[in-house]
């Protein structure tokens, strides 16, 4: 089946924007992580959710930062007055959840340049 | 100092020498290991997973964790120029009340045909 989609693929904000991230993970996955991936760097956990509960936000790096999941499936990460640290991939995965939490797919990412 | 340490390479071998790839991490309550394999400008791929101590074979890779060293490893024999890719180790501390992945800043590999 379909894999993890995301949407844009590639995203240039000018600093101040606001900016909006879709992720579509794969059906039934009761899991969706988000995470941000500098240069050279790997990725790091920003928020969690498990349906529609936001259980773990402790990643996001600013009140800016706003994750959303209301009906439990897609996703949108929401990036309010965009600074220039904001340049980044920001990787959305899914996981079944229960037994199998530990396996995370990948989206391809949303490359974030804030100018 | 962070929790999971990777030497970021890059590593550049010649088509078919056998490749490995190493992290170290300090939290003991990680239990689950996970290998990423990540192409320019892609997701990362889960490649393998290892659960607490000991070998898993898949193919030409071979994954080990030792958790008395805190030292995971990463073996590819035969290895391909396709091959060539940023691998992430990632770990999870499964009792905590996120299943969120610890990572590895990544090894970039080159494998020279």
């Known amino acids: 089946g379909a894999g993890v989609s995301q949407s844009p693929r590639y995203k240039v904000a000018k600093r101040g924007q606001d900016v909006a991230l879709r992720c579509d993970p794969i059906?039934?996955?009761?899991?969706l992580f988000w995470y941000q991936q500098a240069l050279g760097q790997g990725p790091e956990f920003l928020t969690y959710?498990?349906?529609?509960?936001?259980?773990?936000k402790s990643g996001l790096p600013s009140d800016r930062f706003f994750a959303e999941r209301p009906e439990g499936s897609v996703s949108t990460l929401k990036i309010q007055r965009t600074q220039q640290e904001d340049s980044a991939v920001y990787l959305c995965?899914?996981?079944?959840?229960?037994?199998?939490?530990?396996?995370?797919?990948f989206g391809p990412g949303t490359r974030l340049t804030v100018t | 100092q962070k929790e999971v340490e990777q030497d970021p390479g890059p590593l550049s071998v010649p088509e078919g020498a056998i490749v490995s790839l190493n992290c170290t991490y300090s939290?003991?309550?990680?239990?689950?290991f996970m290998w990423y394999r990540q192409y320019s400008r892609k997701g990362p791929e889960l490649l393998m997973y290892?659960?607490?101590?000991g070998n898993k074979e898949d193919g030409r890779f071979t994954a080990q964790v030792d958790k008395s060293s805190k030292y995971i490893s990463l073996f590819i024999r035969d290895s391909q120029p396709s091959d060539s890719a940023t691998y992430l180790c990632?770990?999870?501390?499964?009792?905590?009340?996120?299943?969120?992945?610890?990572f590895g800043t990544g090894t970039l590999l080159a494998v020279q045909p």
């Open positions: 995965a899914s996981s079944p959840g229960g037994g199998k939490g530990y396996e995370q797919y």
């Open positions: 059906s039934g996955h009761v899991s």
């Open positions: 959710f498990q349906n529609e509960a936001q259980l773990d």
């Open positions: 939290n003991s309550a990680f239990q689950y």
């Open positions: 290892t659960y607490s101590s």
């Open positions: 990632a770990m999870i501390d499964y009792g905590g009340a996120t299943n969120k992945l610890i």
